[in-house]
């Protein structure tokens, strides 16, 4: 069965420093998503990203995020100088085309430690 | 904005009950609705999809329905296990059938043997 997967599983980075998380779609899926999930509190949107640009943003994702879509398969979210609040679960998700295919599948997450 | 609440936070059964799971969602222009498992520690896992013209879906022992003008879905789950526990969040898309999700904060499920 398709799956979006996403690496890694965990990451712990010091304050201030850059961190890339990584996701790789279901290979068919054209909207692709991130969302956080900071312990204990509610999954949180993103952004979004479909025909190779952002479509929608949370005021949570300012300009030090960004996502990209560098090869055709892999979606890439890059947290520029990380803050200790950027501690959370990541999660990627993708969605089909169409109003008939709007089911959302989300990886297993990249849990981030900021120290 | 939409805001979406799950009430009661948390949920105890013995095995073999039939139980229900509410959500509720404060702009009925809904999309579509979600309904996703999640074990501790790990991803979302889809459970069920019911778009807004439907009014319930099923998958097995579960059946997830669809009130858009009250703003409420509710997910069945027959014959519980223990393997059911987890916490279960629904989730609603209200811009577009393919835009953001909004989450609840999840029910977490426990069903003791």
């Known amino acids: 069965e398709p799956e979006v997967t996403q690496t890694p599983s965990h990451q712990v980075t010091q ?3 850059e961190v890339i998380l990584r996701c790789v779609p279901i290979s068919n899926h054209l909207y692709f998503y991130w969302y956080r999930q900071i312990l204990g509190q509610k999954v949180e949107f993103l952004v979004s990203f479909y025909n190779n640009e ?3 943003k949370s005021e949570i994702f300012d300009d030090q995020f960004s996502v990209e879509r560098p090869d055709g398969s892999n979606f890439t979210l890059k947290i520029r100088s990380t803050k200790l609040e950027d501690s959370a679960m990541y999660f990627c ?4 085309q169409g109003t ?3 089911e959302a599948f989300f990886g297993q997450g990249t849990r981030l430690t900021v120290v | 904005k939409q805001e979406v609440t799950q009430i009661p936070a948390a949920l105890s059964v013995p095995e073999g009950e039939n ?6 969602f404060t702009d009925s222009a809904i999309y579509n609705l979600q309904w996703f498992r999640q074990d501790p520690g790990k991803g979302l896992t889809s459970l069920l999809l019911i778009q807004s013209s439907q009014r319930e879906q099923t998958s097995g022992r579960l059946n997830a329905s669809l009130d858009k003008s ?3 879905s509710t997910l069945y789950i027959a014959a519980s296990q223990p393997g059911d526990s987890a916490t279960y969040l629904c989730a609603v898309s209200s811009t577009g059938a393919n ?3 909004t989450f609840g904060k999840g029910i977490t ?5």
Do not use: F, H, Y
Request: aromatic letters at 0%; charged letters at 15%.
């Open chain 2, 70 to 72: 009250s703003g409420r």
């Open chain 1, 100 to 102: 008939m295919n709007t």
């Open chain 1, 15 to 17: 304050m201030g420093q």
């Open chain 2, 99 to 101: 835009s953001k999700l």
């Open chain 2, 19 to 24: 139980l229900v799971l509410n959500c509720s």
């Open chain 1, 93 to 96: 998700a993708s969605r089909g």
């Open chain 1, 54 to 56: 952002i479509s929608e």
């Open chain 2, 109 to 113: 499920l426990s069903v003791r043997p």
